[in-house]
Nanobody, 120 residues
């Protein structure tokens, strides 16, 4: 059984910073892509940032230059450093990890979500 545990969300003033973490655990054989998504009420979940197993990254235009995604393969963990936060960054942030286990083929898993609220 795979678990993704997120942490680091909270309330911050505009211009502040937060760092999100998502740790994967279980009988993991190999992790491919890792990503962060954001969802606000009434809207679809949208990709914020992604990172491949080789370290290539991609970002939503709205966060380029402010957010940085990184991963620690030894810890099966993905991070999202969020700087210069804006009220429009508010939402529930979900990590998504594509991995295979010793018993199952590669598939995508979601974290439980962590709330980020940026006050103006």
């Amino acid at each position: 059984q795979v678990q993704l545990v997120e942490s680091g969300g909270g309330l911050v003033q505009a211009g502040g910073s937060l760092r999100l973490s998502c740790a994967a655990s279980g009988s993991i054989f190999w992790i491919n892509a890792m990503a962060w998504y954001r969802q606000v009420p009434g809207k679809q979940r949208e990709l914020v940032a992604g990172i491949t197993s080789g370290g290539s990254t991609n970002y939503a235009d709205s966060v380029k230059g402010r957010f940085t995604i990184s991963r620690d393969n030894a810890k099966n963990t993905v991070y999202l450093q969020m700087n210069s936060l804006k009220p429009e960054d508010t939402g529930v942030y979900y990590c998504n990890v594509e991995l295979s286990t010793v018993l199952a083929a590669r598939r995508s898993y979601w974290g439980q979500g962590t709330q980020v609220t940026v006050s103006s």
